[in-house]
């Protein structure tokens, strides 16, 4: 099944459980608007290279466009364009007034030398600099982007601004080419990005753990955990559930994983990591593989590191009671079924992971106001944002008795729905 199959079979799974509106699944079957470019890119041995890229808007009516652009080997149109209607689900679920889009080219990065890269990127921008804008369409890096990345884009965008201008006679002050920051995310912060952004991912997941261990009404003492990945989400989320008095019983990254009955220390992890360049042989605890540290006995298991990690090969062996997703993906549909009949509770991606999104937004308003918040008003707004949305997602699953990923589609198609109602209103 392709990737945006699987996103459809979820969007009628919803559809006819919430009887959404006819219209409006109409209107979701397919993205608003398909850019595929060509990208030229003079190689550095002097021969043209031409890369294909994409951006798919799927939906605007929340706000501009919003999502990531990820260069990768095996990036196609079909998983950009489901990339782009999970992200439509993803800000509808938080409810920040941002719709849904992606992009992406079709290449290994590592083959790139920096200058290829930065060219490829450029020209990227330029290509698709008429059709994205702060208003219109704000990309963030992805898989294997990032903010330098990122950067060279922007300047495609304002460069091709200024040239539009400069046709119609007219310039921009340095206060509206300063706003213009926010056509991207995920900026460093001395170039205009928010406080907070780096942690945002896990500090959304740790705001969801912690209301739903007051909803379960246990001691964080109680509660055992084991997070897949150990870089940017799963690393933050290490420390935070461990310095809320948790206890990670394994952890693991690429080179494999680790397990201490008696909770591993990660402050002492860290160190660990830094000086070896992996969480493996840890001193005091035992190797484990990935495969086990999925399937070993603990309350909660938060996979954060790659898609497609709990199938239908393993997912009758998973034992843990609760599952939080911070990577994206991670869960198969046959998987998810089989979890469900085995009574285990699993938070979504499009929630679990929504800090990400959300704190991008806050750096989008930031750039529009020209402000800039301290890191803990970042948060704290995350927190307001968040936890609201999974309790009203968790009190959806247990009256309709759905699993927790079908509840987090249907609020988000409630909402759209919302938003497509009152855009037909005002358009009489
Ligand atoms: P990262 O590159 O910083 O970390 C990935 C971690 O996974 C590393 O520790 C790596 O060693 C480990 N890993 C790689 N292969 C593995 C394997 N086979 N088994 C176990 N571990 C393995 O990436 P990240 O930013 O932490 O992203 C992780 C996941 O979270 C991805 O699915 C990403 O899409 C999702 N996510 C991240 C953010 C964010 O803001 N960083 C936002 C939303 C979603």
């Not at 605007?60 to 998983?79: C, H, M, Q, T």
């Not at 912060?189 to 952004?197: A, I, P, T």
């Not at 927190?383 to 009256?399: D, L, N, R, Y």
């Amino acid at each position: 099944m392709t990737a945006f199959t699987n996103a459809m079979n979820q969007l009628h799974k919803t559809a006819s459980l919430i009887n959404l509106d006819a219209d409006v699944l109409k209107m979701l079957e397919t993205p608003d608007r398909v850019l595929q470019v060509k990208v030229p890119v003079k190689m550095d041995d002097g021969n043209l290279k031409i890369f294909e890229g994409y951006r798919v808007q799927y939906n605007n009516w929340a706000g501009p466009y919003k999502g990531g652009i990820r260069y990768f080997p095996s990036v196609d149109l079909d998983e950009v364009k489901a990339l782009a209607f999970w992200m439509t689900i993803k800000c509808a679920v938080a409810g920040i007034p941002m719709g849904g889009g992606k992009g992406g080219i079709t290449v290994n990065p590592k083959e790139l030398s920096h200058s290829e890269l930065e060219r490829l990127s450029r020209e990227f921008g330029r290509m698709v600099a008429p059709n994205i804008g702060p208003l219109v369409d704000v990309p963030a890096p992805d898989v294997y982007t990032n903010s330098e990345i990122m950067n060279w884009v922007k300047e495609s965008y304002i460069e091709f601004e200024k040239n539009k201008a400069q046709e119609n006679n007219f310039s921009f002050s340095p206060e509206q080419i300063k706003k213009m920051d926010a056509v991207i995310t995920g900026k460093a912060v001395e170039q205009g990005g928010s406080l907070g952004r780096d942690r945002a991912t896990a500090m959304g997941g740790f705001f969801v753990l912690e209301k739903m261990r007051e909803l379960l009404n246990k001691k964080s003492e109680e509660l055992t955990v084991a997070i897949q990945g150990f870089g940017n989400a799963g690393g933050v989320m290490a420390n935070l559930v461990f310095s809320a008095g948790y206890k990670i019983v394994a952890t693991s990254d690429s080179r494999g994983g680790i397990y201490n009955e008696a909770g591993l220390d990660v402050k002492a992890l860290e160190i660990h990591k830094q000086s070896t360049g992996s969480v493996a042989d840890f001193p005091g605890a035992k190797n484990i593989t990935n495969e086990e540290l999925l399937t070993t006995k603990v309350d909660i298991l938060i996979p954060a590191a790659l898609e497609n990690q709990i199938t239908i090969a393993n997912a009758e062996q998973i034992q843990a009671k609760y599952i939080l997703e911070l990577a994206n993906g991670p869960v198969t549909p046959e998987a998810d079924e089989i979890l469900f009949k085995n009574s285990v509770k699993s938070i979504p991606d499009v929630l679990a992971n929504s800090g990400g999104v959300t704190v991008s937004y806050f750096e989008w308003e930031q750039n529009l106001k020209n402000e800039k918040w301290l890191e803990e008003q970042v948060f704290s707004k995350l927190k307001e944002i968040i936890v609201p949305a999974f309790t009203s997602i968790w009190a959806f699953a247990e009256s309709k008795n759905v699993d927790l990923r079908q509840a987090a589609f249907a609020r988000a198609l409630e909402r759209l729905s919302m938003l497509w109602y009152n855009r037909e209103v005002s358009k009489n």
